[in-house]
């Protein structure tokens, strides 16, 4: 019913930007919020930053400050721009929506390499 396609990543030199985009398709009227979430070789996949239902955002504390999550009116796309990026940034990331009824939807991820 929902589809999440994410777009965006590749390689990028430390302290540069990257914006990843999310794009939704099927029925998206009664969900939660959205995320961005990533996973590193070995480790635990975890939250990035999310956006609810009503525009208010979260960010994990290790990405304050550089991350920011948007999207537009009609929330057919949501963006994760990234700057001041660091190697341990790198990491598969992952657009997620979370419905009402507690269900998620993920996209396939796109990978995100910063290195020099």
């Known amino acids: 019913q929902v589809q999440l396609v994410e777009s965006g990543g590749g390689l990028v030199q430390p302290g540069g930007s990257l914006r990843l985009s999310c794009a939704t398709s099927?029925?998206?009227?009664?969900?939660?919020?959205m995320g961005w979430y990533r996973q590193a070789p070995g480790k635990q996949r975890e939250l990035v930053a999310i956006?609810?239902?009503?525009?208010?955002?979260n960010y994990a504390d290790s990405v304050k400050g550089r991350f920011t999550i948007s999207r537009d009116i009609a929330w057919n796309t949501v963006y994760l721009q990234m700057s001041s990026l660091k190697p341990e940034d790198t990491a598969v990331y992952y657009c997620?929506?979370?419905?009402?009824?507690?269900?998620?939807?993920w996209g396939q991820g796109t990978q995100v390499t910063v290195s020099s």
């Open positions: 956006i609810t239902n009503i525009g208010n955002t």
């Open positions: 099927g029925n998206i009227v009664r969900f939660l919020h």
């Open positions: 997620n929506m979370r419905m009402i009824s507690r269900n998620d939807y």
